[in-house]
């Protein structure tokens, strides 16, 4: 069992990264990708724990892209990077400081809705600046009173249209793909269905994804019900693409989904790794 999609404190996941690693262990993954947005900062750390726990890391990201398809959002993730200089994480460093500027427009935006947050105190809990995100805004609203949990919190104040959204800056899935080549890494559409498209639609975005040079996308994903992965594994194997799959792991941000088995019934097999690295540039 392998877990190609996990999140740590340099993004939006509540634990260490060599946390993340050592819940890989306990739930008896093989091996494990940290995806952390827009960010190679936490692999160092996860390294150290793959090494001493018997864990194949594979180094990754996940990057958020325009689309102009549905009303959802893309997510890509990039694994293999083996390197922490070269085109993608030069661009990565650049997405991060765009990100720092969404981050202090939003407490700002939140000051003039009448909710005051202390950036200080938010990239404080975040652990690092570059980890700073929505989720950790949202449970800075929860505890402000200004939202009931973090879903409502999403819903009234952060989401897409909401009051306080800010937009960050992206890239096109193909721009991505092109920095994941030109790194020795491979591009991997994220939770298809964050979309918001039918089969149909969803089957026309996948193919223009594999013509601009992805390699995968996660059919079987952690909060997806069986009928779900059976579908998008077919529409993978359609499109001459691997079927990858991960849990999604964020900790105490994502409750519902454990590191390896995400909700329970997700068991990823050893080969979607092997065929994703006999793809490799």
């Not at 989401?159 to 991505?176: D, H, N, T």
Request: charged share 25%; net charge negative.
């Amino acid at each position: 069992m392998i877990d190609l999609h996990t999140h740590s404190t340099v993004s939006d996941g509540s634990d260490p990264p060599d946390r993340v690693v050592e819940l890989a262990a306990a739930a008896g993954c093989t091996a494990l990708a940290l995806t952390d947005h827009d960010s190679l900062a936490g692999l160092a750390e996860a390294a150290g724990a793959a090494a001493r726990l018997g864990i194949t890391l594979v180094r990754g990201c996940e990057i958020s892209c325009r689309t102009g398809r549905g009303s959802g959002s893309m997510h890509v993730l990039v694994y293999f990077v083996d390197a922490d200089e070269g085109p993608l994480p030069e661009e990565l460093t650049r997405l991060r400081s765009d990100r720092r500027t969404r981050n202090l427009a939003l407490v700002d935006r939140l000051a003039t809705l009448g909710v005051t947050l202390d950036y200080a105190a938010l990239v404080a809990r975040a652990g690092a600046e570059e980890g700073l995100g929505r989720p950790h805004f949202a449970r800075a609203l929860v505890e402000a009173g200004a939202a009931e949990d973090l879903d409502d919190a999403f819903d009234r104040w952060l989401a897409e249209g909401r009051p306080a959204y800010i937009p960050k800056s992206r890239l096109g899935p193909a721009e991505v793909a092109a920095l994941a080549t030109a790194s020795g890494a491979v591009a991997v559409l994220a939770h298809p269905f964050s979309l918001g498209l039918d089969l149909s639609s969803l089957e026309a975005v996948v193919r223009e994804l594999a013509e601009a040079g992805f390699t995968g996308i996660e059919a079987h994903y952690g909060r997806y019900t069986p009928d779900r992965r059976r579908a998008l594994a077919r529409m993978a194997t359609r499109n001459g693409l691997v079927a990858t799959g991960g849990s999604d792991y964020h900790g105490a941000f994502k409750p519902d989904l454990s590191v390896g088995t995400a909700q329970g019934d997700l068991c990823v097999p050893e080969a979607v790794l092997e065929a994703l690295a006999a793809r490799r540039p």
